[in-house]
């Protein structure tokens, strides 16, 4: 069953560090998302990605993420000066059509740490 | 801002037992689905309803979407050691948004 890829598993950055979050949608999904979830908080949207664009985000997306799909395969979440707060499962997500009606198909998630 | 209230939050219960797990809003959702996650994994998909008043089955879990769209259930028929997990549900926002706005889930322990 095709499945969304996500590198690293595992990531522990010091604060103030850059941070890449890979992901490796499903081939033919035209949607893409990133999701985090501070630990034992709610999943949480951050932002989503269709056409080569921003299509949405959230509040929490500001100006220290950034996304990007660099190839026409991978799909990146760049944090640029991580801080603390910052630390909790990131997981990409993808969907061949609008999330209205359809599901997402989650990957597995890197847990980032910051220190 | 769309909330959606999930309960009971924890449920222990006995293997052949039925159960009913619940995901409520003052807010109208153009879809909802839901989903259930392990431990240091993602959400993994079970269902999406979108109309008013649908219900499915996944073998023997039966998902309803309220008929204003607010609310939804997953009752779950004959509990197996394996349905243990936290199900998640999500809402997916109406007026074009991409957006899905979770519940903190249930999390269900199903015992031998």
């Known amino acids: 069953e095709p499945e969304v890829t996500q590198t690293p598993s595992h990531q522990v950055t010091q604060m103030g560090q850059e941070v890449i979050l890979r992901c490796v949608p499903i081939?033919?999904?035209?949607?893409f998302y990133w999701y985090r979830q501070i630990l034992g908080q709610k999943v949480e949207f951050l932002v989503s990605?269709?056409?080569?664009?921003?299509?949405?985000k959230s509040e929490i997306f500001d100006d220290q993420f950034s996304v990007e799909r660099p190839d026409g395969s991978n799909f990146t979440l760049k944090i640029r000066s991580t801080k603390l707060e910052d630390s909790a499962m990131y997981f990409c997500?993808?969907?061949?059509?609008?999330?209205?009606?359809?599901?997402?198909?989650f990957g597995s998630g890197t847990r980032l740490t910051v220190v | 801002t769309q909330l959606l209230e999930q309960s009971p939050q924890f449920l222990s219960i006995q293997e052949g037992e039925n159960l009913t797990v619940y995901c409520n809003s003052s807010s109208v959702f153009s879809s909802l689905q839901w989903y259930r996650q392990e431990p240091g994994e993602g959400p993994v998909l079970l269902v999406t309803?979108?109309?008013?008043?649908e219900v499915k089955k996944l073998k023997r879990l039966t998902f309803q979407f309220g008929d204003a769209r607010k609310d939804s259930s997953l009752h779950i028929t004959a509990a197996q050691t394996g349905d243990t997990g936290l199900y998640l549900c999500?809402?997916?926002?109406?007026?074009?948004?991409?957006?899905?706005?979770f519940g903190k889930g249930t999390k269900l322990t199903v015992n031998p």
């Open positions: 997500a993808s969907s061949p059509f609008s999330s209205r009606g359809n599901g997402y198909t």
């Open positions: 081939s033919n999904h035209l949607y």
């Open positions: 309803v979108v109309t008013g008043g």
């Open positions: 990605f269709y056409n080569n664009e921003i299509s949405e």
């Open positions: 999500a809402g997916g926002y109406q007026g074009g948004s991409e957006k899905l706005v």
